[in-house]
């Protein structure tokens, strides 16, 4: 009972965390598709206006953002898989090519704390899943076991 509710919980965590990143991470795409479009003017807010770096990953950010927002929103793997993917760009772009990219913000700390939550969430359930699973087997190991009480 108490391992059933500690799942449930976990489950529930899961999928709000997923539901929340996934609508910001399309609004983010959204912000991406606002650069590429140049509806603002600044040297990077306009697409024809940016660096080739810059271009390659705004281009790249625009379509990964909104998939990944999807994939979360539906609580499918593949929308975590492109998460990864997108965590990993930003943080490859900001820590390695600071002189391009800028220094790393609250952006890519959101994204990253985000992603080791639910990673942590996703490891928190395969531990109670697999000690549910160990505990149902060590039980039916006990001799007397398969008699009805």
């Known amino acids: 009972m108490k ?41 990077l807010w306009r697409f024809d206006l940016m660096p080739v770096a810059w271009k390659v990953s705004v ?11 999807v994939g979360l929103w539906m609580t499918a793997s593949w929308g975590a898989v492109i998460w990864a993917i997108i965590v990993l760009a930003e943080s490859l772009m900001h820590l390695a090519l600071p ?27 395969w531990w109670e899943a697999r000690h549910r699973l160990s505990r149902g087997l060590s039980h039916a190991a006990r001799p007397g076991a398969d008699k009805a009480s």
């Open 99 to 125: 002189y391009i990219f800028g220094e790393p913000g609250l952006f890519l700390f959101l994204n990253a704390f985000g992603f080791l939550m639910l990673i942590v969430l996703r490891l928190v359930g």
């Open 59 to 69: 281009a790249s950010l625009a379509v990964l953002y909104p998939v990944a927002g």
């Open 3 to 43: 391992d059933e509710r500690a799942e449930r919980l976990n489950r529930r965590l899961t999928v709000v965390l997923c539901r929340l990143a996934g609508f910001m991470l399309f609004g983010l795409g959204a912000v991406y598709w606002v650069r590429i479009v140049g509806i603002h003017e600044g040297a």
